[in-house]
């Protein structure tokens, strides 16, 4: 379809998900500077209040980056809003969120027609994470602009349906906007999200391993290290099924081929169950894609690399270079 403003403006058709304590400032700057969209979650700004201070330098820096290179502009930032029950911020944050305009809010564990009606009020645009068509038909009835299907391999809380049928049994009924999410770390997979008619690629694991990102260096090195058959599917450390580095279940002195199940019903996303491990802090999550990444990079290295093979797979499948969004 065709991208609203200013997501018609993008370097590359890709928005950077949104990731746990790695995602905050530095990185969505330089995301948005390097023509993709940066996000991050609301709950990342801890206390509450810093939100609003997050908010005000990314709104004030790219801006800034605006004025001096009104050549080639910042692409827009984006707000993931957490939006179940557990959420005791939420509201909150959505006022600051409405204060600062945020055109890009991502929705997640719950589809909220007031969250969704308040976003469409200021201007801005919804995009809710779905694992199957179901819950995608309820995200779009109660008001979403447009989806995340999250297929199989996807870092963090994941699905585990195939890219390919997920996104056919999408397209059957809905012509909006979605950002295919699911080992997504190559330029080629850029172009093979378009390919199966989405409007962006959404990419995650590859920006940890990336200067800006607030990530340990071990973690860091885990994704460099990092490889498909290294990626475990567990509910254990949140109650929500998600995908992590084996290495740092390793590390946290559990055997990742005998883990427990976890109670859903309990969902606790900085708890590692009955685990001293905390998720995210001990167990890192990450998608299946990590293959692609070589070494730590600076976020405007990541995406010209990504930049260069997206082009070089339009070459060689389509005979032309042409189609980036810029």
């Not at 290290?225 to 590390?251: C, D, M, Q």
């Not at 309990?266 to 169950?273: A, D, L, P, R």
């Not at 990450?286 to 290295?301: E, F, H, L």
Request: aromatic share 8%.
């Amino acid at each position: 379809m065709t991208l609203p403003a200013p997501f018609n403006r993008l370097r590359l058709p890709v928005i950077a998900s949104p990731m746990f304590i790695v995602s905050g400032p530095e990185l969505v700057i330089a995301q948005c500077k390097a023509g993709i969209v940066g996000t991050f979650p609301a709950l990342n700004a801890r206390p509450a209040s810093l939100l609003d201070e997050w908010l005000h330098r990314i709104t004030e820096e790219l801006a800034e980056h605006n004025r001096q290179h009104p050549d080639r502009p910042a692409a827009p930032f984006g707000v993931n809003q957490i939006v179940h029950k557990s959420n005791t911020r939420l509201e909150e944050d959505m006022r600051v969120c409405e204060k600062w305009q945020v055109p890009l809010v991502i929705t997640s564990l719950g589809a909220r027609e007031e969250v969704f009606a308040a976003v469409r009020n200021w201007g801005g645009i919804t995009l809710h994470d779905v694992i199957n068509n179901r819950f995608a038909h309820k995200a779009i009835d109660k008001g979403a602009t447009g989806l995340v299907p999250v297929a199989a391999g996807a870092g963090g809380h994941a699905g585990t349906l195939s890219p390919f049928a997920l996104m056919q049994e999408i397209r059957e009924w809905f012509d909006g906007l979605v950002a295919l999410s699911g080992a997504i770390a190559h330029g080629r997979s850029v172009l093979a999200a378009q390919a199966l008619d989405a409007d962006f690629a959404y990419i995650g694991s590859a920006f940890i391993a990336t200067e800006e990102a607030n990530a340990d260096a071990a973690y860091k090195q885990g994704i460099v290290e990092g490889s498909a058959e290294g990626i475990v599917y567990t509910n254990l450390f949140t109650g929500v099924h998600g995908n992590y580095l084996r290495s740092s279940i390793e590390r946290s002195g559990l055997d990742p081929d005998n883990l427990p199940q976890s109670d859903p019903s309990k969902m606790n996303f900085g708890s590692g169950g009955n685990t001293k491990a905390k998720a995210w802090k001990d167990i890192w999550g990450s998608g299946q894609g990590v293959g692609a990444v070589k070494n730590v990079v600076s976020v405007a290295d990541l995406v010209s690399r990504l930049e260069g093979e997206y082009h070089d797979a339009r070459r060689k499948l389509l005979g032309t270079s042409d189609g980036g969004c810029r």
